[in-house]
């Protein structure tokens, strides 16, 4: 299994920017992906989840409305389009499966939301 996240970077409140993560080694049609972040100092928090078909999105509370999760089957690709982000969002990035007992992370990509 292998997730490659990318996208990140620095921007301005009220700025956006949209992650990807190419997945590889696995079925990635049949997983349910999520998106995760991390916070300096803080624990990791589930962002958004996209069901198999794609036809299904979840957000935290603190995103709902101002992220969209959506993903392509045919790329094995995951993104988060990320619309008037705020300082609170600087984090890194992690787009995550779970398979059988194991959890499968990328490396991450950070994002920074500053003026």
């Known amino acids: 299994v292998q997730l490659v996240e990318s996208g990140g970077g620095l921007v301005q409140p009220g700025g956006s920017l949209r992650l990807s993560c190419a997945a590889s080694?696995?079925?990635?049609?049949?997983?349910?992906m999520t998106w995760y972040r991390q916070a300096p100092g803080k624990e990791r928090e589930l962002v958004a989840t996209?069901?198999?078909?794609?036809?299904?999105?979840n957000y935290a509370d603190s995103v709902k409305g101002r992220f969209t999760i959506s993903r392509d089957n045919a790329k094995n690709t995951v993104y988060l389009q990320m619309n008037s982000l705020k300082p609170e969002d600087t984090a890194v990035y992690y787009c995550?499966?779970?398979?059988?007992?194991?959890?499968?992370w990328g490396q991450g990509t950070q994002v920074t939301v500053s003026s």
């Open positions: 995550t499966i779970a398979r059988g007992f194991q959890r499968y």
């Open positions: 080694g696995f079925t990635f049609s049949r997983y349910v």
């Open positions: 996209i069901t198999i078909p794609g036809s299904s999105t």
